[in-house]
């Protein structure tokens, strides 16, 4: 499978960013999809996922309320809708996909894309 995050760029405290993640070579709809975020100097944490049909989400505590996660399985493209975007939020963000159907916080999340870089200004 590959994975092609877009989407990021520079934004002020309080700004939005719509991040796209469009994949091929795998039957997209029948996988759980995930965003991860690797800070500067960090280790990268889970963000966000989405189970294979989009009726269950799951968010880190930290992006709770401020961003969502969607998914279209006719463009094979999953996407995070960012708001109210904070420094701390500052990160290359991945894509990926999952062995199974069912969304995680984590685990089995094997394939990964490339990572788009935000970078949110104070």
């Known amino acids: 499978v590959q994975l092609q995050a877009s989407g990021g760029g520079l934004v002020e405290t309080g700004g939005s960013l719509r991040l796209s993640c469009t994949a091929s070579g795998r039957a997209f709809s029948t996988y759980a999809m995930g965003w991860f975020r690797q800070p500067p100097g960090k280790e990268r944490d889970f963000v966000a996922s989405?189970?294979?049909?989009?009726?269950?989400?799951y968010y880190a505590n930290s992006v709770k309320g401020r961003f969502t996660i969607s998914r279209d399985n006719d463009k094979n493209t999953v996407y995070l809708q960012m708001y109210n975007l904070q420094p701390e939020d500052t990160a290359v963000y991945y894509c990926a996909i999952n062995n199974g159907k069912i969304a995680t916080m984590g685990p089995g999340f094997s394939s990964w894309g490339q990572g788009t870089q935000v970078t949110v200004s104070s």
């Open positions: 989405i189970s294979w049909s989009g009726t269950t989400t």
